[in-house]
């Protein structure tokens, strides 16, 4: 098991009760969470807060998240989000070298989260999924653990699934048909999840 940057833990001990207090936060299924090995975490997004609900919801590793890259042009920020694991991405163009950086994370035997989406859902509604996730699993051989987030009147949703391995995700040659069914399979675990939730 990795060992997590200091000031991730602290972040993470300091925000936990907080969150949970409030914004009345409820985990589902978070020991479906590998304790050791590579994954990525693809989940939907639906608030600048996810990073952290994420995080929270497990105990064991820490998570290096894609963030977008206009929120390193503060120095402060630049230095806190490079503290606790964040890498930016130029989401206006096909930015490889975040690719790239995220897969040695992953080949390292980190975790990589990724909101599968691309983007932030302004409604709360589902987007169409991106292939990074896809890309990068099926290039680093690591399953992809799908995470629901869902705002409810009682608060917020956050819904583990089981790890996904790359059979499961229908993987046989790679290429781009390949990984949008991958996509496609992560984003209807995700929906899944949601229609549970709320029902």
Not at 5 to 32: A, D, G
Not at 125 to 154: H, Q
Request: aromatic content about 12%; proline content about 6%.
């Amino acid at each position: 098991m990795s060992n997590k940057p200091r000031l991730y833990s602290f972040f993470r001990w300091i925000l936990s009760p907080i969150f949970k207090l409030v914004f009345r936060v409820e985990f589902i299924n978070p020991h479906n969470l590998p304790k050791e090995g590579p994954y990525i975490i693809a989940s939907n997004h639906i608030s600048g807060i996810d990073p952290i609900i994420i995080a929270i919801g497990q105990k064991y590793r820490q998570i290096h998240f894609m963030a977008k890259a206009e929120l390193f042009k503060n120095k402060f920020l630049e230095w806190l989000f490079l503290s606790i694991g964040c890498f930016p991405v130029d989401r206006g163009k096909k930015d490889i070298g975040a690719v790239r950086h995220f897969e040695k994370v992953v080949e390292d035997g980190e975790v990589m989260g990724i909101f599968i989406e691309g983007t932030r859902s302004k409604t709360g509604e589902f987007l169409k999924p991106k292939n990074g996730a896809s890309l990068i699993a099926f290039d680093t051989k690591s399953p992809v653990v799908p995470v629901c987030l869902t705002k409810t009147k009682k608060g917020i949703i956050c819904h583990f699934g089981e790890p996904l391995s790359l059979e499961e995700l229908g993987f046989e040659k790679g290429g781009a048909r390949e990984y949008r069914e991958a996509s496609r399979i992560i984003m209807d675990k995700i929906k899944l999840f949601r229609e549970q939730d709320l029902s």
